[in-house]
């Protein structure tokens, strides 16, 4: 049973998206590890069962698995409901699963923008208004985690239509922070900064050639910056079991939301030497289309 006072996950039942690989994967075996019966999706199938198998191996509980597609609202439902009537409500719901394209204005495709939208706010949408509603029910309290970002908090170069998603997911959490509270279920945002999932190897970034030693070099500081998917893992488990709406995977991404607070002048010359550090990396197509547009 999930214990509201202390938070304790042994026995708990824990639904995970995105748990095939990254954060996902690294929080359902974090979780497992501590005693909880995991329930499990993702879009991609294969690897999923492999995370199913690392729990069972290591002697944990995973009593439903099943790929799925977040951003599909019928299949998540058709999902949910299965979910409930065979296990009963869920006692932690974590919502992690998530994609990432970056770009400017002018490189940005419209595909890409709602695409963006349609799984990292409308796919977490759709998790909770399936299975917050039998939480409630149950009446035996909970927890609700969000898995946003940094690009949910501070305005980070070429992230336009992925802030919209976050901070989109930013606003869903403020609200549901206290409208579940008085039905003792706490939620946690989770604010990620650079997390080494080799996201950065696959990530779209419109209209840049990842293979330019510019990129390279901003790839590896990056990379050298992040912390592990298990230290993110960590941090998340410990806001559940404290009851934290705030998460943090990563001192920096604190200090500068922090910064942004209490000294906005600080805040915003932070942002412009970003900035202009990321835009040295633009191909050049994207630099002699600035200077076609200015003359």
Same mark, same amino acid.
């Given at each position: 049973m999930f214990r509201r006072r202390t938070r304790?996950? =042994?026995?708990?039942?824990?639904?995970?998206?995105?748990?095939?690989?990254? +954060?996902?994967?690294?929080?359902?075996?974090?979780?497992?590890?501590?005693?909880? =019966?995991?329930?499990? !999706?993702?879009?991609?199938?294969?690897?999923?069962?492999?995370?199913?198998?690392?729990?069972?191996?290591?002697?944990g509980s995973v009593p439903f698995v099943e790929a799925a597609?977040?951003?599909?609202?019928a299949a998540v439902s058709s999902l949910a409901g299965r979910l409930t009537s065979a296990h009963g409500a869920m006692d932690v719901v974590m919502n992690v699963a998530g994609i990432s !394209?970056?770009?400017t204005?002018? =490189?940005?495709?419209?595909?890409?923008?709602?695409?963006?939208?349609?799984? *990292?706010?409308?796919?977490?949408?759709?998790? +909770?208004? =399936?299975?917050?509603?039998?939480?409630?029910?149950?009446g035996r309290g909970g927890h609700l985690v969000n898995v946003s970002s940094a690009a949910g908090l501070i305005g980070m170069p070429w992230h336009a239509a992925y802030s919209a998603s976050k901070f989109g997911l930013r606003g869903v959490s403020e609200v549901l922070r206290f409208d579940l509270a008085r039905h003792r279920i706490g939620v946690s945002?989770?604010?990620?900064?650079?997390?080494?999932?080799?996201? !950065?190897? !696959?990530?779209?970034?419109?209209?840049?050639?990842?293979?330019?030693?510019a990129f390279r070099r901003?790839?590896?500081?990056?990379?050298?910056?992040?912390?592990?998917?298990?230290?993110a893992a960590d941090a998340i488990l410990d806001g559940v079991r404290r009851n934290r709406y705030w998460v943090y995977t990563s001192s920096d991404i604190r200090l500068v939301h922090l910064l942004q607070r209490?000294?906005?002048p600080l805040y915003v010359g932070a942002m412009r030497l970003? *900035?202009?550090?990321?835009?040295r990396v633009l191909p050049e197509v994207e630099r002699a289309r600035r200077g076609t547009a200015a003359a």
């Open positions: 304790e996950l =042994s026995g708990a039942k824990v639904f995970v998206t995105g748990a095939a690989s990254g +954060i996902g994967r690294a929080v359902a075996l974090r979780a497992a590890g501590e005693g909880a =019966s995991l329930f499990l !999706t993702d879009l991609h199938a294969e690897p999923l069962a492999e995370t199913a198998e690392l729990i069972r191996a290591a002697g597609d977040i951003a599909d609202h !394209t970056w770009g204005v002018r =490189s940005l495709e419209h595909r890409q923008w709602r695409a963006l939208i349609e799984v *990292n706010l409308m796919g977490p949408i759709h998790v +909770i208004e =399936s299975l917050v509603p039998p939480m409630i029910d149950a945002l989770v604010c990620p900064g650079g997390v080494d999932t080799g996201l !950065t190897e !696959t990530i779209d970034i419109a209209g840049v050639d990842k293979a330019t030693p901003a790839q590896a500081f990056f990379r050298r910056r992040a912390v592990t998917p298990e230290q209490v000294c906005p970003l *900035n202009a550090g990321a835009n």
